[in-house]
């Protein structure tokens, strides 16, 4: 068989086709895991989400969160005085959804909740408080990491 620019071309043809075939095949293979399951839910309502970042800013009510040791500190603004403060604490793992979990916002009489972290795997933390005083809403993020 003689090796003209037809064979050549067609040989790249087919190696291309191949190459297409093959990279299809690896890529559907993949796990893909998303940020949240109602992904398209949370970026309908994410205006109120801006909204409730503000009014967090605006009164200055961010929650101070620190975290040394296997210890995680949460502060509560002490301007707002309420007893009654409600909400959730979301640990967000950007790596794997499956470590994600949330507790109960339970701060003591000074503001304060302590959170254990000696369970929490090594790296990336994301810990947003969501949290509720009398009829005004709070919103605060925070990234950490784990050592």
Same mark, same amino acid.
């Given at each position: ?21 093959? /990279? ?36 200055? /009510?961010?929650?101070?969160? @620190? ?9 509560? &603004?002490? /301007? ?13 793992? &950007? ?11 339970? &701060? ?9 972290? @000696? ?29």
């Amino acid at each position: 068989m003689k090796f003209n620019w037809g064979t050549g071309i067609m040989f790249i043809c087919i190696g291309f086709v191949l190459l297409c075939i093959t /990279a299809a095949v690896i890529f559907m293979n993949q796990d893909v895991e998303l940020v949240s399951n109602n992904y398209y839910d949370k970026e309908i309502r994410y205006q109120d989400k801006i909204n409730i970042l503000r009014h967090t800013r605006d009164l200055h /009510a961010d929650v101070n969160i @620190e975290s040394s040791f296997n210890i995680i500190t949460l502060h509560f &603004p002490g /301007a707002i005085k309420s007893i009654s403060r409600t909400g959730d604490i979301i640990f967000f793992r &950007p790596s794997g959804e499956k470590n994600d979990f949330k507790i109960k916002v339970s &701060p003591d009489s000074d503001g304060t909740q302590i959170i254990s972290s @000696e369970k929490l795997k090594k790296g990336l933390w994301k810990i947003a408080v969501d949290w509720k005083s009398d009829d005004n809403q709070f919103y605060t993020e925070k990234s950490i990491l784990i050592n």
